[in-house]
């Protein structure tokens, strides 16, 4: 089946910094989306991007499907934007199937 | 919108027991849900598909007898953890496609296993 990856699987971050998570997927996928899990376990949809950039507020990112990968980008960082942020990658099979995650902890 | 509700958002039961947990859609219908598994510290192991009207499908491993899924609606999928066991303990996460529109998942809020 697919491979999903995510970089970093952690990330620790001083408040104000930017940041760029990679998502790497082994074959042709039919969309992604990008989450954000926050502590309570609830997933927010931040992107569904199967190809192009896309900015909403301080979160942008990118995906190069011939290229098998996905960016995310978040800047200027703020304490709740901690959590663990996913990609979900859907298959030719339809079914959505998720990375490992990247934890990431904003320090004041 | 597209909210996904999930009921309820935290069980305990004993082992033995079945447990029920349902999945809406409340401003959508949904052609698709989808039944995940998260264990602490880790990411969603999907374990089955549900289509309205037809038998899920599960993923290798997940045994059909045991994660007994029901989707009688278009806007319910149920999905019914039976004769528990301590190492059924997780959280359990549904999701659901728009029906006529494109393939983005909304995610209920979860719910949190504990068998004891």
């Known amino acids: 089946g697919i491979q999903v990856e995510q970089s970093p699987p952690d990330l620790i971050l001083q408040e104000g910094a930017n940041s760029t998570l990679r998502c790497n997927f082994s074959?042709?996928?039919?969309?992604l989306q990008w989450f954000h899990q926050n502590p309570w376990g609830q997933l927010i949809n931040l992107f569904y991007?199967?190809?192009g950039t896309k900015q909403n507020g301080r979160l942008s990112a990118t995906t190069v499907a011939t290229e098998r990968y996905s960016l995310l980008y978040i800047s200027s960082s703020q304490t709740t934007d901690s959590g663990v942020y996913f990609c979900?990658?859907?298959?030719?099979?339809?079914?959505?199937?998720f990375g490992p995650g990247t934890s990431l902890s904003v320090i004041p | 919108g597209a909210v996904v509700s999930q009921h309820p958002s935290w069980v305990i039961c004993k082992s033995g027991t079945s447990v029920k947990i349902e999945c809406r859609s409340l401003?959508?219908?949904?052609?698709?849900m989808f039944w995940y598994r998260q264990f602490p510290k880790q990411s969603l192991m999907l374990m089955a598909t549900s289509n309205e009207g037809s038998k899920a499908t599960y993923e290798q491993g997940v045994e059909k007898d045991k994660f007994l899924i029901n989707h009688a609606s278009l806007t319910l999928s149920t999905l019914t953890v039976t004769s528990a066991h301590p190492e059924d303990s997780s959280f359990y996460i549904c999701s659901a496609i728009k029906l006529w529109h494109n393939t983005e998942a909304f995610f209920g809020q979860g719910t949190r296993l504990t068998v004891v």
């Open positions: 979900a990658v859907e298959t030719s099979y339809d079914k959505v199937i």
């Open positions: 074959d042709s996928v039919n969309n």
């Open positions: 401003d959508f219908q949904a052609t698709t």
């Open positions: 991007i199967p190809s």
